[in-house]
């Protein structure tokens, strides 16, 4: 069974900067993309950034320039940086990504999501 685990939302000030985690758990045999999504309230969800296993990323161009996906591959993990936060920002933060698990098939998975509010 594959789980992803997110950690590392909160309430920060505008301005502010977090650093969110997301861990990969199971029989797992390779982790292909690893992506960040959000979902304001009312809003669809979003894709934010994008890490492929050789480092190659994509950004939204709304955090370009202010969030930076990296990715562990040895800790089977993905972190989403975000500096200077705005209040648009505030959002359920959900990790996916394109699983090769023991049984040999590929699959998506999904987090369970973490908040971010940021508000004065």
């Known amino acids: 069974q594959v789980q992803l685990v997110e950690s590392g939302g909160g309430l920060v000030q505008p301005g502010g900067s977090l650093r969110l985690s997301c861990v990969a758990s199971?029989?797992?045999?390779?982790?292909?993309?690893m992506d960040w999504y959000r979902q304001a309230p009312g809003k669809q969800r979003e894709l934010v950034a994008t890490?492929?296993?050789?480092?190659?990323?994509n950004y939204a161009d709304s955090v370009k320039g202010r969030f930076t996906i990296s990715r562990d591959n040895a800790k089977k993990t993905v972190f989403l940086q975000m500096n200077s936060l705005k209040p648009e920002d505030t959002a359920v933060y959900y990790c996916?990504?394109?699983?090769?698990?023991?049984?040999?098939?590929?699959?998506?998975?999904w987090g369970q999501g973490t908040q971010v509010t940021v508000s004065s």
């Open positions: 996916n990504a394109d699983i090769i698990a023991g049984d040999f098939r590929r699959s998506n998975f």
């Open positions: 199971g029989s797992i045999l390779r982790i292909m993309s």
């Open positions: 890490i492929t296993p050789g480092g190659n990323t």
